[in-house]
Protein backbone atom coordinates (compact mmCIF):
# COMPACT_ATOMS: atom_id res chain seq x y z
CA UNK A 1 0.00 0.00 0.00
CA UNK A 2 1.54 3.35 -0.60
CA UNK A 3 2.11 6.11 1.99
CA UNK A 4 1.46 9.44 2.15
CA UNK A 5 4.75 10.67 1.55
CA UNK A 6 4.33 9.78 -1.95
CA UNK A 7 1.11 10.35 -3.46
CA UNK A 8 -1.08 13.44 -2.53
CA UNK A 9 -4.93 14.06 -2.98
CA UNK A 10 -5.42 16.11 -6.23
CA UNK A 11 -8.75 17.94 -5.22
CA UNK A 12 -6.81 21.41 -5.53
CA UNK A 13 -5.21 20.88 -8.71
CA UNK A 14 -8.50 19.78 -9.76
CA UNK A 15 -10.23 23.16 -8.85
CA UNK A 16 -12.46 21.75 -5.99
CA UNK A 17 -13.40 24.79 -3.83
CA UNK A 18 -12.20 24.43 0.02
CA UNK A 19 -16.06 24.57 1.42
CA UNK A 20 -17.00 21.44 -0.82
CA UNK A 21 -13.52 19.70 0.11
CA UNK A 22 -14.19 20.56 3.89
CA UNK A 23 -18.25 18.73 3.24
CA UNK A 24 -16.79 15.93 1.31
CA UNK A 25 -16.11 14.19 4.60
CA UNK A 26 -19.72 14.94 5.60
CA UNK A 27 -20.96 12.86 2.70
CA UNK A 28 -18.88 10.20 3.43
CA UNK A 29 -19.53 9.76 6.89
CA UNK A 30 -23.06 9.74 5.63
CA UNK A 31 -22.93 7.44 2.74
CA UNK A 32 -20.96 4.84 4.98
CA UNK A 33 -23.65 4.26 7.66
CA UNK A 34 -25.87 3.95 4.51
CA UNK A 35 -23.40 1.31 2.80
CA UNK A 36 -23.15 -0.70 6.41
CA UNK A 37 -26.95 -0.93 6.29
CA UNK A 38 -26.64 -2.44 2.75
CA UNK A 39 -28.23 0.59 1.10
CA UNK A 40 -27.96 0.51 -2.65
CA UNK A 41 -29.30 3.89 -3.69
CA UNK A 42 -29.70 7.31 -1.50
CA UNK A 43 -31.26 10.13 -3.47
CA UNK A 44 -29.81 14.02 -3.12
CA UNK A 45 -32.37 14.98 -0.69
CA UNK A 46 -32.27 12.34 1.87
CA UNK A 47 -28.05 12.16 1.99
CA UNK A 48 -28.53 16.30 2.38
CA UNK A 49 -30.33 15.52 5.16
CA UNK A 50 -28.18 12.89 6.59
CA UNK A 51 -25.17 15.17 5.95
CA UNK A 52 -26.84 18.32 7.45
CA UNK A 53 -26.67 20.68 4.14
CA UNK A 54 -28.94 21.79 1.40
CA UNK A 55 -29.79 19.26 -1.72
CA UNK A 56 -29.11 21.90 -4.04
CA UNK A 57 -25.75 22.52 -2.33
CA UNK A 58 -24.67 18.89 -2.01
CA UNK A 59 -25.45 18.42 -6.03
CA UNK A 60 -23.34 21.80 -6.58
CA UNK A 61 -20.85 19.84 -4.47
CA UNK A 62 -20.82 16.41 -6.13
CA UNK A 63 -20.52 18.24 -9.76
CA UNK A 64 -17.12 18.83 -9.33
CA UNK A 65 -16.19 15.40 -9.20
CA UNK A 66 -18.32 14.23 -11.86
CA UNK A 67 -20.64 12.76 -10.18
CA UNK A 68 -24.73 13.11 -11.16
CA UNK A 69 -27.42 10.68 -10.02
CA UNK A 70 -29.73 9.11 -12.28
CA UNK A 71 -33.24 11.15 -12.42
CA UNK A 72 -35.85 8.68 -10.20
CA UNK A 73 -32.83 6.38 -8.58
CA UNK A 74 -30.43 8.80 -7.18
CA UNK A 75 -26.99 8.42 -6.22
CA UNK A 76 -25.59 4.87 -6.18
CA UNK A 77 -23.96 4.76 -2.35
CA UNK A 78 -21.09 2.19 -2.95
CA UNK A 79 -19.52 4.14 -5.74
CA UNK A 80 -19.87 7.27 -4.15
CA UNK A 81 -18.08 6.00 -1.00
CA UNK A 82 -15.25 5.13 -3.43
CA UNK A 83 -15.34 8.56 -5.65
CA UNK A 84 -14.84 10.63 -2.07
CA UNK A 85 -12.97 8.17 -0.31
CA UNK A 86 -10.44 8.73 -3.49
CA UNK A 87 -10.85 12.38 -4.02
CA UNK A 88 -9.73 12.84 0.03
CA UNK A 89 -6.50 10.62 -0.98
CA UNK A 90 -8.29 7.48 1.94
CA UNK A 91 -7.63 5.28 -0.87
CA UNK A 92 -4.11 4.72 0.81
CA UNK A 93 -2.21 4.88 3.95
CA UNK A 94 -1.25 8.06 5.68
CA UNK A 95 0.89 7.58 8.91
CA UNK A 96 0.71 9.82 11.50
CA UNK A 97 2.26 11.22 14.19
CA UNK A 98 0.90 12.10 17.79
CA UNK A 99 2.86 14.33 19.74
CA UNK A 100 1.97 15.12 23.17
CA UNK A 101 0.67 11.77 24.80
CA UNK A 102 -0.88 13.63 27.99
CA UNK A 103 -4.89 13.17 28.86
CA UNK A 104 -5.97 14.14 24.88
CA UNK A 105 -3.29 12.89 22.99
CA UNK A 106 -3.80 9.13 24.66
CA UNK A 107 -7.74 10.14 23.65
CA UNK A 108 -6.79 10.13 20.31
CA UNK A 109 -4.14 7.52 20.58
CA UNK A 110 -7.00 5.05 21.58
CA UNK A 111 -9.86 6.31 19.09
CA UNK A 112 -10.53 3.73 17.15
CA UNK A 113 -11.45 5.56 14.02
CA UNK A 114 -8.26 6.32 12.27
CA UNK A 115 -7.73 3.08 11.10
CA UNK A 116 -10.89 2.81 9.29
CA UNK A 117 -10.98 6.15 7.05
CA UNK A 118 -7.73 5.63 6.17
CA UNK A 119 -4.68 6.70 9.03
CA UNK A 120 -2.35 4.86 10.39
CA UNK A 121 -1.22 5.87 13.74
CA UNK A 122 2.87 5.37 13.34
CA UNK A 123 3.95 6.73 16.38
CA UNK A 124 3.52 8.40 19.80
CA UNK A 125 5.54 10.88 20.42
CA UNK A 126 6.31 12.75 24.21
CA UNK A 127 9.15 14.82 25.49
CA UNK A 128 8.17 13.65 29.08
CA UNK A 129 11.15 11.00 30.09
CA UNK A 130 8.97 9.27 32.38
CA UNK A 131 6.62 8.48 29.02
CA UNK A 132 9.17 6.65 27.49
CA UNK A 133 8.42 3.00 26.62
CA UNK A 134 4.75 3.73 28.44
CA UNK A 135 2.15 1.62 26.61
CA UNK A 136 -0.41 3.74 25.06
CA UNK A 137 -3.31 2.38 23.23
CA UNK A 138 -0.90 -0.85 22.43
CA UNK A 139 2.14 1.22 21.11
CA UNK A 140 5.34 2.19 23.51
CA UNK A 141 5.13 5.66 23.10
CA UNK A 142 8.98 7.43 22.27
CA UNK A 143 10.70 10.48 23.46
CA UNK A 144 10.33 13.96 21.45
CA UNK A 145 14.87 13.26 20.94
CA UNK A 146 13.50 10.63 18.10
CA UNK A 147 11.08 12.76 16.29
CA UNK A 148 12.80 13.60 13.05
CA UNK A 149 13.67 9.56 12.56
CA UNK A 150 10.37 8.40 13.18
CA UNK A 151 9.37 10.78 10.53
CA UNK A 152 11.96 9.58 8.23
CA UNK A 153 11.42 5.75 8.98
CA UNK A 154 7.81 6.46 8.69
CA UNK A 155 7.68 8.86 5.79
CA UNK A 156 4.87 11.09 7.95
CA UNK A 157 3.74 13.73 6.30
CA UNK A 158 0.37 14.08 8.38
CA UNK A 159 1.29 15.38 12.51
CA UNK A 160 -1.16 15.80 15.39
CA UNK A 161 0.04 18.32 17.64
CA UNK A 162 -1.73 17.97 21.34
CA UNK A 163 0.68 19.44 23.52
CA UNK A 164 0.60 22.75 25.66
CA UNK A 165 0.21 25.45 24.29
CA UNK A 166 3.43 27.00 25.50
CA UNK A 167 5.31 23.90 23.53
CA UNK A 168 3.30 23.84 20.08
CA UNK A 169 5.21 26.18 17.75
CA UNK A 170 8.31 24.41 18.65
CA UNK A 171 7.17 20.89 17.99
CA UNK A 172 5.74 22.39 14.79
CA UNK A 173 8.78 23.95 13.67
CA UNK A 174 10.41 20.51 14.30
CA UNK A 175 7.92 18.79 12.47
CA UNK A 176 8.05 20.84 9.41
CA UNK A 177 11.64 20.93 9.39
CA UNK A 178 11.53 16.87 9.02
CA UNK A 179 9.17 17.05 6.43
CA UNK A 180 5.40 16.94 7.90
CA UNK A 181 3.29 18.93 5.77
CA UNK A 182 0.45 18.50 7.02
CA UNK A 183 -0.44 19.43 11.18
CA UNK A 184 -3.91 18.90 12.82
CA UNK A 185 -3.45 21.46 16.04
CA UNK A 186 -5.40 20.21 19.00
CA UNK A 187 -3.21 23.04 21.34
CA UNK A 188 -4.89 26.17 22.28
CA UNK A 189 -2.62 28.56 20.32
CA UNK A 190 -2.05 29.54 16.67
CA UNK A 191 0.47 28.30 14.72
CA UNK A 192 3.03 30.03 12.33
CA UNK A 193 3.90 27.62 9.35
CA UNK A 194 5.59 28.79 6.43
CA UNK A 195 3.81 28.27 3.04
CA UNK A 196 3.13 24.73 0.91
CA UNK A 197 1.94 23.75 4.76
CA UNK A 198 -1.19 23.19 6.30
CA UNK A 199 -2.71 23.48 9.58
CA UNK A 200 -6.18 22.63 10.74
CA UNK A 201 -7.09 23.41 14.19
CA UNK A 202 -9.26 21.93 16.77
CA UNK A 203 -10.07 24.56 19.75
CA UNK A 204 -12.93 22.85 21.90
CA UNK A 205 -13.44 25.76 24.20
CA UNK A 206 -14.05 28.30 20.91
CA UNK A 207 -16.48 25.71 19.92
CA UNK A 208 -18.16 25.97 23.37
CA UNK A 209 -18.12 29.80 23.63
CA UNK A 210 -19.97 29.86 20.23
CA UNK A 211 -22.79 27.06 22.13
CA UNK A 212 -22.96 29.47 24.66
CA UNK A 213 -23.11 32.17 22.20
CA UNK A 214 -26.44 30.23 20.37
CA UNK A 215 -27.71 29.60 23.69
CA UNK A 216 -27.15 33.06 24.95
CA UNK A 217 -29.52 34.55 22.28
CA UNK A 218 -31.86 31.67 22.54
CA UNK A 219 -32.91 32.51 26.08
CA UNK A 220 -33.01 36.35 24.75
CA UNK A 221 -35.27 35.42 22.39
CA UNK A 222 -37.74 33.44 24.62
CA UNK A 223 -37.64 36.29 27.06
CA UNK A 224 -38.65 38.23 24.29
CA UNK A 225 -41.63 35.98 23.37
CA UNK A 226 -42.70 35.78 26.73
CA UNK A 227 -42.79 39.29 27.19
CA UNK A 228 -44.39 40.03 24.04
CA UNK A 229 -46.95 37.57 25.24
CA UNK A 230 -47.56 38.98 28.47
CA UNK A 231 -48.02 42.15 26.82
CA UNK A 232 -50.72 41.19 24.13
CA UNK A 233 -52.82 39.29 27.43
CA UNK A 234 -52.47 43.31 29.02
CA UNK A 235 -54.06 44.43 26.00
CA UNK A 236 -56.76 42.21 25.96
CA UNK A 237 -57.15 42.28 29.41
CA UNK A 238 -57.68 45.95 29.16
CA UNK A 239 -60.11 45.60 25.89
CA UNK A 240 -62.39 43.25 27.67
CA UNK A 241 -62.54 46.26 30.76
CA UNK A 242 -64.68 49.49 29.50
CA UNK A 243 -63.12 52.82 30.31
CA UNK A 244 -64.21 54.63 33.39
CA UNK A 245 -65.62 57.58 31.32
CA UNK A 246 -67.33 55.28 29.05
CA UNK A 247 -69.37 53.46 32.40
CA UNK A 248 -70.01 57.18 33.49
CA UNK A 249 -71.79 58.36 29.47
CA UNK A 250 -73.50 55.51 29.63
CA UNK A 251 -75.28 56.10 33.36
CA UNK A 252 -75.84 59.96 32.29
CA UNK A 253 -78.05 58.83 29.51
CA UNK A 254 -80.47 56.51 31.78
CA UNK A 255 -84.13 58.09 32.21
CA UNK A 256 -85.56 58.05 35.41
CA UNK A 257 -86.26 54.46 35.79
CA UNK A 258 -82.50 53.91 35.26
CA UNK A 259 -83.33 53.19 31.09
CA UNK A 260 -81.55 55.09 28.40
CA UNK A 261 -84.22 57.31 26.81
CA UNK A 262 -84.76 56.80 23.24
CA UNK A 263 -84.28 58.73 20.35
CA UNK A 264 -86.43 61.80 20.36
CA UNK A 265 -87.90 62.71 17.24
CA UNK A 266 -87.27 66.23 15.17
Given at each position: ??TGRTHR?ATRSRG???????????????????????????????????????????????????????????????????????????????????????????????????????????ALIDAD??????????????????????????????????????????????????????????????????????????????????????????????????????????????????????????????????????????
Open positions: MAPIPEATVARLPLYLRALTALSERSVPTVSSEELATAAGVNSAKLRKDFSYLGSYGTRGVGYDVEYLVYQISRELGLTQDWPVVIVGIGNLGAALANYGGFASRGFRVAPAMAGKPVAGMPVQHTDELEKIISDNGVSIGVIATPAGAAQQVCERLVAAGVTSILNFAPTVLSVPDGVDVRKVDLSIELQILAFHEQRKAGEEAATEAALAAAAERDTAAESPADGAVDGAASRKGPDGDVPAVMPA
